[in-house]
């Protein structure tokens, strides 16, 4: 089956710290990604859809200047905090979908296991 | 726009009993809906889907079936274990969600107790 893996699985940093979460899609090829966040007992909350070769779509609310992400390939998405604060620790999911079928919305999405990030 | 509402938790049962969690939606148009389970410390796992109305899910002893007329995608299993312990999220896909992104309920956390 379709495999993302996201790395690392917990961070754990000063604040002021720049931390880089890497989601990669190991059989198949993926065009958009997906970031959330989550907060404890809470559902996902979608941050921004990553688009490979150009600028991601980010949620209302959400800082781009914040959380940077980069889709440089098919298979590669990356997700930066900088300068991360104490109010940014929590749990970051990245998703993606499969291509194969022109990955449409009847595709479903393949979940990393998530980075939970604590800011000190 | 395209909404997704599940029955609030926590479930708690006793090994083997039977599970429901209800799930229905708002869609403009006739979405896919999927069910996803998450264990405690993970991403998301799929765990069944649906694509058009009448559509029946099924994996791992759980089903959902694709109801257009209640507009609902409820999710079952004839027996519960202890191991099923997660929650439990409910989502909904559609070409009319911007960017292709899912739609989420709020998740059910089930707590099966031996």
């Known amino acids: 089956g379709a495999v993302v893996s996201q790395h690392p699985s917990r961070v754990i940093c000063k604040s002021g710290t720049s931390v880089k979460i890497e989601c990669r899609s190991l059989?198949?090829?993926?065009?958009?990604m997906f970031w959330y966040r989550q907060f404890p007992k809470q559902s996902l909350m979608l941050m921004a859809t990553s688009n490979e070769g150009s600028k991601a779509t980010y949620e209302q609310g959400v800082e781009k200047d914040k959380f940077l992400i980069n889709h440089a390939s098919l298979t590669l998405s990356t997700l930066t905090v900088t300068s991360a604060h104490p109010e940014d620790s929590s749990f970051y999911i990245c998703?993606?979908?499969?291509?194969?079928?022109?990955?449409?919305?009847?595709?479903?999405?393949?979940f990393g296991d998530g980075t939970r990030l604590s800011i000190l | 726009g395209n909404s997704v509402t599940q029955m609030e938790g926590p479930v708690t049962l006793s090994e083997e009993a039977f599970l429901t969690i209800n799930c229905t939606y708002t869609?403009?148009?006739?979405?896919?809906l999927f069910w996803y389970v998450q264990y405690p410390g993970e991403g998301l796992q799929l765990l069944l889907k649906?694509?058009?109305?009448?559509d029946k899910g099924s994996n791992k002893g759980f089903e959902a079936t694709y109801r257009k007329e209640t507009t609902s995608f409820h999710l079952e299993k004839g027996s519960v274990q202890v191991s099923d312990s997660a929650v439990y999220f409910c989502?909904?896909?559609?070409?009319?969600?911007?960017?292709?992104?899912?739609?989420f309920g709020q998740g059910t956390e089930l707590s099966v107790k031996p």
């Open positions: 869609a403009t148009e006739y979405p896919s």
């Open positions: 989502a909904l896909g559609s070409h009319y969600n911007q960017g292709g992104k899912l739609i």
């Open positions: 649906a694509t058009k109305a009448d």
């Open positions: 059989d198949f090829q993926a065009t958009t």
């Open positions: 998703s993606a979908r499969d291509q194969e079928g022109g990955g449409s919305y009847n595709q479903p999405q393949h």
